[in-house]
């Protein structure tokens, strides 16, 4: 069997957590290849809601494995409140989920790092979620971090106090109020003590080496779905740097970020939103500053699920979604969030950038340069509801049209249409998603 990728395609907040629970059956393990708690993955279905940031999105089924690979950075406070929550609703991802000894740890000191770092940028700042994402990942690269692999070593005190007053002496010489900033509403020390508390709880779930484990699966003939976090346009490499994730985004980063061999990957699901979102700084070239961006944040209930920031709102963005399908190697589409522009007369779509009377549809290295703007095609909204029409044959006109119009664009097939946020408001436009051999 191959590895599956579902990825998002846009600035993050596509939608990919519900989509990962839905392809969940017809999987046998759920395995998440990078980021950490930056990132939000919304599910809902009987009426309940679930956002999740370091657990795959595939929890929800109790017989279905999932997996913490090794290149997702792990904040274990935060990761006991997605348990206890599960907890509460009588879900026991204990029972069902693996975490790669190789996964690196977020430490308290790297979220006092990460305000530093921000604070010091002024009206420069990239719009960071102050997860310590950014520090913990330095720590990796620089080769001094700490991994879940360490919490059962003798040593792991003397190198977490070691990390922690270094991290300290680079916070003191930004000159950064630690003492008095709030973590997650705690002051250093008590988040310091509840952080501890739970390293401890996190020795109950089953570390492994998830490269041989996953491998093995793949060997035995298992069914593996990799699920990403964030967006590829957030992608350290591709994206709108500076304004980025601190983690390869794209379908390579699956490879590196559960041990997977290029030639294990099968089919990748790319997931974009029938419009665009961006949460923070950075350059947004279809951005609207009108009613129209008002519309979609309201009705599209954008704001952002770790950070509650509102999410900046603007049209779909064609050369920046062939630009993510071509580093991608998408061979699917899957839209979200159509039924949020149900009530429009009319939708534009970015087709190419324009910069001193020479277009281009290519995605620009500079891409926030101020004399780069965006030309339109303005096609027909279909104005009516797409709620309760969960069939191909029942959507709107012009929204089956605005399907066709991105496929023709993209050269792929769009195979599902998201029309809300529980599991059940999905439609699947070309039958039924195969599972890669």
């Not at 599910?43 to 657990?55: C, Q, R």
């Amino acid at each position: 069997m191959k590895v599956d990728v579902i990825l998002g395609l846009q600035w993050g907040d596509e939608g990919k957590g519900k989509i990962v629970d839905v392809f969940t059956p017809r999987y046998d393990v759920i395995a998440r290849f990078q980021g950490g708690p930056n990132a939000g993955h919304t599910i809902e279905f009987d009426g309940k809601k679930f956002v999740l940031h370091t657990i795959p999105s595939g929890i929800f089924h109790p017989e279905k494995q999932n997996v913490i690979g090794n290149g997702v950075i792990i904040d274990p406070f935060i990761l006991f409140q997605e348990v206890d929550s599960l907890l509460a609703s009588n879900l026991n991802p204990i029972e069902n989920l693996l975490v790669s000894r190789r996964a690196h740890l977020i430490l308290p000191s790297h979220r006092l790092l990460d305000a530093a770092y921000e604070a010091s940028k002024g009206a420069d700042k990239i719009g960071s979620t102050l997860k310590g994402i950014g520090p913990a990942y330095t720590d990796k690269y620089s080769r001094v971090g700490l991994r879940v692999g360490n919490l059962n070593d003798s040593s792991f005190n003397s190198c977490y106090a070691y990390l922690k007053e270094r991290h300290l002496e680079i916070v003191r010489q930004y000159k950064f109020d630690y003492i008095n900033y709030l973590i997650d509403g705690l002051p250093f020390d008590e988040y310091e003590e509840a952080w501890l508390e739970s390293v401890k709880r996190l020795k109950q779930f089953r570390f492994v080496d998830s490269e041989y484990y996953l491998n093995r699966c793949i060997s035995d003939g298992k069914s593996v779905l990799a699920e990403g976090a964030q967006g590829t346009l957030l992608d350290i490499d591709f994206g709108s740097f500076p304004y980025v994730t601190s983690s390869n985004t794209i379908t390579a980063g699956a490879c590196a970020g559960l041990g997977i061999a290029p030639g294990q990957i099968g089919t990748v699901y790319g997931i974009f939103k029938a419009y665009c979102t961006r949460v923070g700084g950075g350059p947004f070239p279809t951005e609207l500053h009108n009613e129209q961006g008002d519309h979609l944040r309201k009705a599209g209930h954008e704001f952002g699920s770790t950070t509650g920031r509102p999410r900046r709102c603007g049209w779909l963005d064609l050369p920046a979604l062939n630009y993510a399908i071509m580093l991608n190697g998408v061979n699917k589409l899957i839209m979200m969030k159509a039924d949020v522009m149900d009530s429009m007369e009319s939708i534009r779509v970015c087709t190419s950038y324009e910069r001193e009377g020479i277009l281009s549809d290519k995605l620009p290295f500079d891409l926030g340069d101020e004399k780069i703007h965006p030309v339109y095609d303005t096609l027909p909204g279909w104005n009516s509801s797409s709620d309760g029409r969960m069939i191909l044959e029942a959507l709107p006109g012009n929204l089956v049209a605005y399907t066709n119009y991105i496929e023709q664009a993209t050269g792929l097939p769009i195979e599902i249409i998201s029309l809300g946020p529980d599991r059940t408001q999905t439609v699947f436009r070309k039958g039924e998603i195969k599972v890669s051999a």
